[in-house]
């Protein structure tokens, strides 16, 4: 059974959905591989590392999906509305595609999907259960993204992170105000308590106040009696009243911060708004705030996608796609989550595909089959 990989054309995208190491353990599941020419560059993994795991590559995204059934893909693939070639109308009919298809904000391809009868996986629709761990992407990509964001912040601020007692004197440490503990703050706490920073973090979701004092941090809580928890561990929005007593509350902390970085999402809503202009003015000159929310409306005021914004002193980095800035580990661990589902698919003994559609896990991620919408509420938010 033929998998194709795909070059991802989308902008700011450097990752690749199978590595030399996936290809090889693809194969010897019994899969062919083709690869697309350069599909691997941005990440580092060259045509000839595919090529000596056993890949073929192609030169053209024709040639790629030449006899594919199983289309392997970072994110969704581009329309001509996107402004490039449409790569939908170029999958084969009946191909399994999976990838982070963005079901939430490209409900517009569920219709193309089942037009071609194709069946489409949304991995970030993955069930937050144990045996689905190895499949979360949003949990392997939002880990780096969490990391890479206080090393950019590190490098933007012109203060140093740790204290430092030195013959000339004590430099202070950084104050780091993290806002939204999951997978990526919980990160973005640790990398910043090991560069020595002090670390003062937020969340709406009661659980996360001992995942963040285990790490060293210190939360900093919102006098209410509601709670944020939504099912599946995600938060829900809070009531204007929350927002009032909550935007107080960061606008007192971040006023003595070196560092922001914000992660709150909310699952299918745009991210909330919690940081206003007003906020960065009370910020020191030289402050920096890094918005991993702005693909997603951004938590803070003024963040650009794709770009620094200076304002009132402050930068604000609005940096499109943070696991791709760190895409040779941001590719190998999602290669891995899509190899993790694909050996879940198969029948092992003999060696061909074999989806159970009974199964939890292929009914959260299933958007398509067979020309029909899965789920309707998925593509529908
Ligand atoms: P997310 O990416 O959906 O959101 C990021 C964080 O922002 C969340 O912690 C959320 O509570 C917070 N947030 C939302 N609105 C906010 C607001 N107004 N103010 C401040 N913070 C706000 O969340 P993510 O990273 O997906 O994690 C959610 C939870 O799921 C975590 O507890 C995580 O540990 C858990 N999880 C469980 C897994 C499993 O059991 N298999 C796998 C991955 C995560």
Redesign the pocket.
Request: aromatic fraction near 6%; avoid cysteine; glycine fraction near 16%.
């Given at each position: 059974m033929q998998i194709a990989v795909l070059k991802e054309k989308r902008p700011y995208e450097t990752r690749v959905a199978a590595t030399p190491e996936t290809v090889k353990k693809l194969i010897a599941l019994g899969f062919s591989v083709t690869v697309e020419k350069g599909a691997g560059d941005s990440s580092q993994y060259p045509d000839s590392q595919y090529e000596a795991a056993g890949a073929k590559v192609a030169a053209t995204p024709e040639k790629t999906l030449d006899k594919a059934k199983i289309v392997l893909k970072v994110l969704p693939p581009m329309t001509k509305k996107d402004g490039g070639e449409d790569e939908v109308k170029l999958l084969p009919e009946g191909t399994l595609l999976i990838g982070m298809l963005q079901p939430y904000v490209k409900a517009e391809l569920i219709e193309e999907y089942n037009k071609r009868k194709i069946t489409a996986f949304s991995l970030e629709l993955a069930p937050?259960?144990?045996r689905?761990?190895a499949i979360?992407v949003?949990?392997s990509q939002?880990n780096l993204a969490g990391y890479r964001a206080v090393i950019e912040a590190a490098n933007a601020l012109h203060r140093a992170f740790p204290m430092m007692m030195t013959a000339a004197g004590t430099i202070a440490p950084a104050r780091v105000l993290i806002?939204?503990?999951?997978?990526?703050?919980?990160q973005a706490i640790a990398t910043a308590k090991r560069l020595g920073a002090i670390v003062s973090v937020?969340?709406?979701?009661a659980?996360?106040k001992e995942?963040v004092e285990s790490l060293g941090g210190t939360f900093v809580e919102v006098e209410s009696e509601e709670s944020?928890d939504a099912a599946?561990?995600?938060?829900k929005e809070?009531s204007k009243d929350y927002?009032e007593r909550?935007a107080a509350k960061i606008k007192e902390v971040i006023g003595k911060s070196d560092v922001v970085i914000t992660?709150?999402?909310?699952?299918g809503k745009p991210a909330?708004r919690?940081i206003t202009a007003d906020m960065v003015k009370g910020m020191r000159p030289g402050s920096v705030i890094v918005d991993l929310a702005v693909e997603s409306g951004g938590n803070c005021e003024g963040s650009v996608v794709g770009e620094v914004v200076e304002k009132d002193g402050v930068k604000i980095l609005g940096y499109a796609n943070m696991p791709g800035r760190i895409p040779t580990d941001a590719s190998a661990v999602y290669a891995r989550n899509l190899l993790n589902l694909l050996t879940l698919c198969m029948d092992k003994d003999s060696k061909t595909l074999k989806i159970n559609w009974d199964d939890e896990i292929i009914q959260a991620i299933a958007l398509t089959h067979e020309g029909k919408t899965q789920n309707e509420k998925k593509g529908a938010v």
């Open positions: 937050r259960i144990t689905a761990q979360d949003l949990s939002s806002l939204g503990a999951g997978v990526a703050g919980l937020f969340d709406v979701r659980a996360a995942q944020g599946g561990g995600y938060a809070m927002k909550q992660t709150a999402l909310i699952p909330p919690l």
